[in-house]
């Protein structure tokens, strides 16, 4: 308010304002500079790095981009947050999985909502790490409390039972919290007990993250190795 006050003051005297119409436009600006604060450290802390808009994903890159582009509009109001609902994206590689999260991600940052982005083995290194100066319970709180996890690249590397475990508790607690969690994977459901250890584990984690999800199947050559391929401008 101190920063805008003299131009403020200015334009008021210019429009012939009332002392309370001045103020007011003084305490918009205000809460308009905290929203923005409070968006760029949702961002900060996301771990996101880029802030991506669903108008640059090419959703006529391949058939089944156009098959889910209702739902994933949708996706952007955000009400998934609130229902708790969590959302697979599955694919080979380069096919937008990450893309297409992280613009759901850059979303709810706007909302000013928590939101944490990670791989599945960097999150899951850190949690075994932390096995061993006894911080677990505070590392798992780390990916449990924020209101959209985004866990990439599940399944580009099998997981052992004790990672699988770590992976579990994560999923569990999340899902009884009811808090969404978003999942990028190049893996279909029926191949997960090959990434998770076993089928019991693969099944249980499975069953939680179904029971209230929208799955997303892309298809398509990769959009990277296309880009590469083609002749520079």
């Not at 920063?3 to 005297?13: C, D, F, M, N, P």
């Amino acid at each position: 308010m101190s920063q805008q006050l003299e131009k403020t003051l200015a334009e008021a005297a210019t429009r012939n304002l009332s002392l309370s119409a001045t103020l007011e436009a003084l305490a918009d600006l205000e809460l308009e500079a905290r929203r923005q604060r409070a968006i760029e450290r949702r961002f900060r802390l996301s771990r996101l790095q880029t802030q991506l808009s669903i108008d640059s994903f090419d959703f006529h890159h391949h058939k089944s981009r156009l098959q889910i582009k209702n739902r994933a509009l949708r996706l952007l109001d955000l009400d998934f947050l609130q229902k708790g609902t969590n959302v697979v994206i599955i694919g080979n590689p380069g096919t937008g999985k990450t893309y297409l999260a992280k613009i759901l991600a850059w979303q709810a940052c706007r909302a000013n909502q928590r939101v944490l982005f990670t791989t599945a083995m960097d999150m899951l290194n850190h949690l075994l790490a932390s096995q061993v100066d006894h911080s677990l319970i505070r590392k798992l709180r780390f990916y449990t409390s924020p209101t959209l996890l985004v866990c990439d690249e599940l399944g580009y590397l099998s997981l052992d039972q004790q990672t699988s475990n770590l992976f579990y508790q994560v999923i569990s607690t999340r899902h009884s919290q009811k808090k969404s969690i978003l999942i990028t994977t190049n893996t279909a459901f029926s191949d997960w007990g090959n990434i998770l250890y076993n089928t019991t584990i693969a099944t249980a984690i499975a069953d939680r993250l179904v029971e209230n999800s929208e799955i997303f199947l892309l298809g398509g050559d990769s959009l990277r190795k296309a880009k590469k391929s083609s002749p520079a401008s």
